[in-house]
């Protein structure tokens, strides 16, 4: 017991030292059993490829630019579909939570179209646009905009109104009090419901491309099927994994901790 206590304090002092290593140690033991089976020959090679047949492939796709393209469709799709839910989510968001009318005439509408999953447009989409850009667009928009809408609502319905009161009798007209205290109020949870309308939408841009795409990540993936190729397979699910995982723990979680501190929701 005194030997995990050690290690552990030992681990905890590292990864506060070093952040970084937080984000790979815990991969090492995965890497580790990955490559005993591997090589162990459980399964055929074929089926089961290891680390380093992965590394291979990685480069190889690379050096080729088959890759880096992808790669780069993909992330176009996602922020181009990602923006325009934003545009769309925020200010229905707060047109929703501002206003009783608004809320009664599309709150009910909202959670119709919520529970029809985003791949279900898909059939009608194809007949509509056919595969291409449009499609893809349109099912990462769909999938951004609710987190995003739900949870402006709930920001904006959460600061309290007497703060609005309070500036109006100071002779803050309607817009400067929606811009210096409900929109700041509400900020923590708008991050919040972008973080996660970009995760679904990463999920939904994948799933697409697998369906209807000509390139990107998921194309790839769904290409190598045919090939039998489980190594560019495995090479994709891996990246999808590192890319979130970056692109949240890096970039998203950080501003929502320190949105969050700003505004007084949290601590530390």
């Given at each position: 017991m005194n030997v995990i206590l050690k290690g552990w304090s030992a681990y905890t002092r590292m990864t506060a030292r070093w952040p970084g290593l937080a984000a790979v140690i815990p991969f090492i033991p995965v890497v580790l059993l990955w490559t005993a089976i591997s090589e162990a020959?459980?399964?055929?090679?074929?089926?089961?490829?290891?680390?380093?047949?992965?590394?291979?492939s990685?480069?190889?796709?690379t050096y080729k630019g088959?890759?880096?393209?992808?790669?780069?469709?993909?992330?176009?799709?996602?922020?181009?579909?990602?923006?325009?839910g934003m545009?769309?989510?925020?200010?229905?968001?707060?047109?929703?939570?501002?206003?009783?009318?608004?809320?009664?005439?599309?709150?009910?509408?909202?959670?119709?179209?919520?529970?029809?999953?985003?791949?279900a447009w898909l059939p009608i989409l194809l007949i509509w646009f056919g595969f291409g850009l449009t499609t893809m667009t349109f099912v990462i928009v769909y999938t951004v905009l609710f987190p995003v809408v739900l949870n402006?609502?709930?920001?904006?319905?959460?600061?309290?109104?007497?703060?609005?009161?309070?500036?109006?009798?100071?002779?803050?007209s309607r817009a400067r009090v929606l811009?210096?205290?409900?929109?700041?109020?509400?900020?923590?949870?708008?991050?919040?419901?972008?973080?996660?309308?970009?995760?679904?939408?990463?999920r939904a841009l994948i799933a697409v491309e697998i369906i209807v795409?000509?390139?990107?990540?998921g194309f790839m993936m769904f290409d190598a099927r045919r090939a039998g190729s489980t190594v560019e397979i495995i090479l994709g699910m891996i990246i999808l994994g590192l890319l979130w995982y970056i692109v949240d723990a890096w970039i998203l979680a950080p501003i929502e901790r320190a949105t969050g501190k700003r505004?007084?929701?949290v601590t530390s």
């Open positions: 020959g459980v399964f055929p090679r074929a089926f089961f490829p290891g680390p380093g047949d992965v590394v291979r990685f480069f190889t796709l088959i890759l880096p393209d992808y790669l780069q469709d993909s992330l176009i799709r996602l922020i181009t579909g990602a923006a325009v545009a769309i989510g925020i200010p229905l968001g707060i047109l929703i939570g501002t206003s009783r009318w608004a809320h009664r005439a599309c709150w009910p509408v909202l959670l119709f179209f919520q529970a029809i999953g985003d791949i402006t609502v709930l920001g904006v319905e959460s600061v309290p109104r007497d703060l609005a009161r309070a500036a109006r009798s100071l002779g803050a811009w210096e205290v409900t929109l700041p109020g509400a900020l923590p949870n708008i991050i919040t419901g972008l973080r996660n309308g970009l995760g679904y939408g990463w795409g000509t390139s990107g990540i505004w007084g929701l």
